[in-house]
């Protein structure tokens, strides 16, 4: 079965401290797509990556970097020079395909990240 | 990416009634989909809805308690129907675009209901 792992319930850090945030994934389908997304206290989800199973280049903007690698399952998280507006809850999800065509979405429990001055 | 709003964007109700919670996107898009998120917890999906057809529903969830509308390409609405303290949630719907050809393409979440259930 599909299954996504943060372990990090909690992390608290000092405003400009790096950060990365942890996600292991299981899954046995050959072709999938991870993705990340930001909950601020509003509520709302905010799309942050997607990242095809084929494609294990590192990427980076701004801030942000994420690091995938197959062959440990993850596809971790860093956050650089963190700041307050990083505090949010995080999930790491990973898509599974139905047969009608559309991808299930298979979350993480989050980890909640509060940035202090 | 579509631009989704919900509405109410919260609601005090009491047990035993029931509320409509509504989702509009601004362009057409083929699958709709509605998620739970009850406090501190990660998402859940309810059920996907796709024009034209009846709801699926995951596993847990049923359309007596759920009852799902998908009149056209750019709305649906969730009912919490009966409603008990348990369905006190974030209710999320999110949207997929197949119209692009690509199955992963990536799901865009409205702002949520938040709904307390006395």
């Known amino acids: 079965a599909q299954k996504v792992t943060q372990a990090q319930t909690e992390i608290s850090v000092v405003e400009k401290e790096d950060v990365t945030l942890d996600c292991v994934y299981e899954t046995r389908d050959t072709t999938y797509y991870l993705f990340w997304y930001k909950q601020p206290p509003s509520g709302e989800l905010v799309f942050l990556i997607r990242?095809?199973?084929?494609?294990?280049q590192n990427e980076i903007s701004g801030r942000y970097s994420w690091n995938f690698q197959k062959s440990t399952s993850s596809f971790n998280f860093t956050i650089t020079a963190s700041q307050v507006v990083d505090s949010a809850v995080y999930f790491c999800?990973?898509?599974?395909?139905?047969?009608?065509?559309?991808?299930?979405?298979?979350f993480g429990a989050g980890t909640r990240l509060a940035v202090h001055p | 990416s579509a631009v989704i709003s919900q509405k109410p964007s919260r609601d005090i109700c009491q047990r035993g009634t029931s509320l409509t919670i509504q989702c509009q996107v601004d362009s057409q898009v083929t699958m709709m989909f509605w998620y739970r998120q009850q406090p501190g917890q990660s998402l859940t999906l309810i059920a996907t809805?796709?024009?034209?057809?009846?709801?699926?529903?995951e596993s847990g969830f049923v359309i007596d308690k759920f009852p799902i509308s998908r009149p056209n390409l750019t709305f649906s609405t969730l009912t919490v129907s009966n409603m008990s303290p348990e369905d006190s949630s974030i209710y999320l719907c999110?949207?997929?675009?197949?119209?692009?050809?690509?199955?992963?393409?990536?799901?865009?979440f409205g702002p949520g209901t938040r709904l307390l259930v006395l």
């Open positions: 999800a990973l898509s599974e395909e139905f047969s009608g065509g559309y991808n299930k979405l298979i």
């Open positions: 999110s949207v997929e675009d197949l119209r692009t050809r690509d199955p992963q393409e990536t799901q865009y």
């Open positions: 809805a796709n024009q034209g057809s009846e709801a699926t529903y």
């Open positions: 990242r095809n199973s084929f494609d294990e």
